[in-house]
């Protein structure tokens, strides 16, 4: 079947560390996305990318920082900058502004 | 003004009830409408897109104005099952973001 796997689903970092969340897809879409949730708050965007090799900051980059090497593939890094990481990371793709995005099932990150 | 805005609730009604929920959205460029659900720590799942002639899925009914800039849902006989939280997504006009509301909470009632 054909969906976005995110991982890990848990994940707990250190303060001063960087981390780095996966996010894969098998349905042949071009853009991809990363989003933040926060409890009481809508989904906040941090990154995007429409093609292979190319992405843009959304409203919440400071950081955060990604890479596109594969259409399949969209990591997204948390790094020490990011001073208050702590919520829920959700993962998206779409064909196109028509048809919504499908999400992977998000990876939950806490700063211990 | 936020892009999109959302009653967060919580609704509380009982089984069988019909509840609607709106949504506002900011930008008149906005060209496509998305009605998702997300379940308590878990990620969200469209539930139906939005067009101007309404559209309508079972007991779920989506109607956009866009004259006013506003959405809608409506649940009619709702179950237990339909307890979530709904977001409100609207795209920003170009380019395929988008634009999530905060949620609003409904809560099924024996």
């Known amino acids: 079947d054909g969906g976005i796997t995110q991982s890990p689903k848990y994940l707990f970092r250190k303060e001063g560390q960087n981390v780095t969340l996966s996010c894969e897809q098998n349905l042949n879409h071009d853009a991809m996305y990363w989003y933040r949730q926060d409890p009481g708050q809508g989904l906040r965007l941090i990154y995007y990318s429409q093609i292979v090799n190319d992405f843009q900051k959304g409203d919440i980059a400071e950081g955060y920082s990604v890479s596109r090497e594969k259409k399949e593939s969209f990591p997204l890094t948390v790094t020490s900058a990011q001073k208050n990481p702590t919520a829920f990371y959700l993962c998206a793709s779409s064909w196109d502004r028509y048809y919504g995005y499908t999400f992977g099932s998000g990876t939950r990150l806490t700063v211990v | 003004r936020k892009e999109v805005e959302q009653d967060p609730g919580p609704f509380n009604v009982p089984e069988g009830a019909t509840v609607a929920f709106n949504c506002t959205y900011s930008n008149s460029a906005s060209q496509s409408f998305f009605w998702y659900r997300q379940d308590c720590r878990k990620e969200p799942k469209l539930l139906m897109s939005?067009?101007?002639s309404g559209n309508e899925d079972g007991r779920f009914t989506a109607q956009l104005n866009r004259a006013s800039q506003y959405i809608s849902l409506l649940i009619r006989d709702s179950k237990l099952s339909d307890s979530a939280t709904y977001l409100c997504v609207v795209n920003r006009g170009t380019g395929n973001q988008f634009y999530f509301g905060t949620g609003t909470s409904l809560t099924v009632i024996p």
């Open positions: 939005v067009y101007s």
